[in-house]
């Protein structure tokens, strides 16, 4: 997954300043796709220079006066950006990415160990459970209406998906425990 599509996908639901994007990304788009600030802030310049996304100046709020120093940018996505957005989604995907530094360290903990791992395991798990708190608070708070209309029930999906995910992570942790 490329950050600047997930970013286009953010700034088309909600045009913000780099700031505002970037804490939002880690309360939305960041539970399954993480970007440094620094990271959204290089990107969000690489798609301006491509043509993807303008930014509008605007007065900060609560500041009242139009010096430039109380003005920040507002990203929006233009139709350059859409239409990119539009092709990365159709193109085929690799599908397959399980990038988890866990896995190779269990590995070698088969191939040369016992390593020791339990703590790291454990602390793992906690934070998998953690995550998974704040998914089911999210379907408390937001999902809750019997009538989504489809850009909500796909939102709701993908909560699901991450749900699933991380109750199947802690319980494959737990059973993983005592060969550690």
């Known amino acids: 997954m490329s950050t600047q599509h997930a970013l286009?996908?953010?700034l088309i639901e909600k045009p913000?300043?780099?700031?505002?994007l970037a804490r939002r990304f880690d309360r939305s788009i960041g539970y399954?796709?993480?970007?440094?600030?620094?990271q959204i802030y290089r990107e969000l310049g690489r798609m301006?220079?491509?043509g993807w996304i303008a930014a509008d100046e605007s007065e900060?709020?609560?500041?009242?006066?139009?010096?430039?120093?109380n003005r920040k940018k507002v990203y929006r996505v233009l139709p350059a950006g859409r239409d990119e957005l539009a092709r990365w989604v159709l193109a085929p995907g690799a599908g397959l990415d399980q990038r988890e530094?866990?896995?190779v360290k269990l590995r070698a903990d088969a191939v040369i160990g016992p390593l020791g791992l339990g703590d790291e395991m454990r602390r793992l798990i906690a934070l998998h459970r953690g995550r998974l708190e704040t998914y089911l608070a999210i379907e408390?708070?937001?999902?809750?209406?019997?009538?989504?209309?489809?850009?909500q029930r796909l939102r709701y999906a993908l909560l699901q998906r991450g749900?699933?995910?991380e109750n199947d992570w802690v319980a494959w942790g737990e059973e993983l425990l005592p060969l550690l």
């Not at 900060?60 to 120093?69: K, L």
């Not at 408390?140 to 850009?151: E, V």
């Open 8 to 10: 286009l996908i953010s």
């Open 48 to 50: 301006a220079d491509n």
């Open 60 to 69: 900060a709020e609560g500041e009242g006066s139009a010096d430039r120093r």
């Open 163 to 165: 749900i699933r995910f």
């Open 16 to 20: 913000s300043s780099g700031y505002d």
């Open 140 to 151: 408390r708070r937001d999902f809750s209406a019997p009538d989504m209309d489809r850009a």
């Open 101 to 103: 530094e866990i896995l």
């Open 32 to 38: 399954f796709w993480h970007a440094t600030h620094q």
